[in-house]
């Protein structure tokens, strides 16, 4: 059997206290470091987060920008083409609530993904639930005043032309 001498093990003994304040020490070291990643790691989310939701304001409102040039071209040409005055009219009434419909698609769409707990996240919320009253809205009021002339598939082509400034959108090609 192996004997040990009385200096190896007070030497023994003195070491504990100097490894335990070492990995007291390392234990302290890591969470601090561990305190600073995750304080780095919060700072860049926010960052990414709120570079994302310029980008995509700045996308919505394109896409509402080309709606309304498209629903005014069209407008034009079919105030200028047709005899009836209340095809482009009926037209452009379906037009301007397709128009309000897409600016409320595209609030609904900013708040995909928000949190209850961050009211930032769901700030227009209200806008986007509500974006289906402009579809009925143009099917309460072209039923309302059919009798004066409002027709219905002008009216509904016309809602609908948020679709194609949807389709140029989706075309586009992004470099960011």
């Known amino acids: ?31 601090a470091q561990s305190a600073l990643a995750e304080s780095m790691t919060d700072t860049v989310d926010k960052t990414v987060r709120s570079e994302n939701k310029a980008k995509f304001a700045k996308r919505r409102l394109a896409l509402v920008n080309e709606t309304l040039l498209f629903s005014t071209l069209i407008f034009a040409f079919l105030w200028l083409t047709v005899s009836n005055p209340f095809s482009p009219i009926s037209y ?7 128009t309000a419909y ?6 609904f769409v900013e708040t995909i993904g928000g949190s209850a707990d961050d009211v930032e996240d ?19 009021i072209v039923g309302k005043f059919r009798a004066f002339g409002l027709q219905e598939i002008p009216s509904i082509a016309g809602f609908f032309t948020y679709q194609i400034a949807t389709l140029s959108q989706g075309l586009r090609e992004y470099d960011d």
């Not at 897409?102 to 609030?107: E, F, H, I, P």
């Open 1 to 31: 059997a192996l004997r040990m001498s009385p200096t190896d093990t007070e030497s023994a003994d003195q070491n504990k206290p100097k490894k335990k304040a070492t990995e007291v020490a390392q234990a302290e070291f890591w969470k």
């Open 92 to 98: 452009a009434f379906g037009a301007a609530l397709g």
């Open 102 to 107: 897409s600016y409320g698609l595209g609030k």
């Open 122 to 140: 769901l700030k227009g919320a209200g806008v986007g639930q509500a974006r289906f009253a402009f579809l009925i809205l143009l099917f309460i």
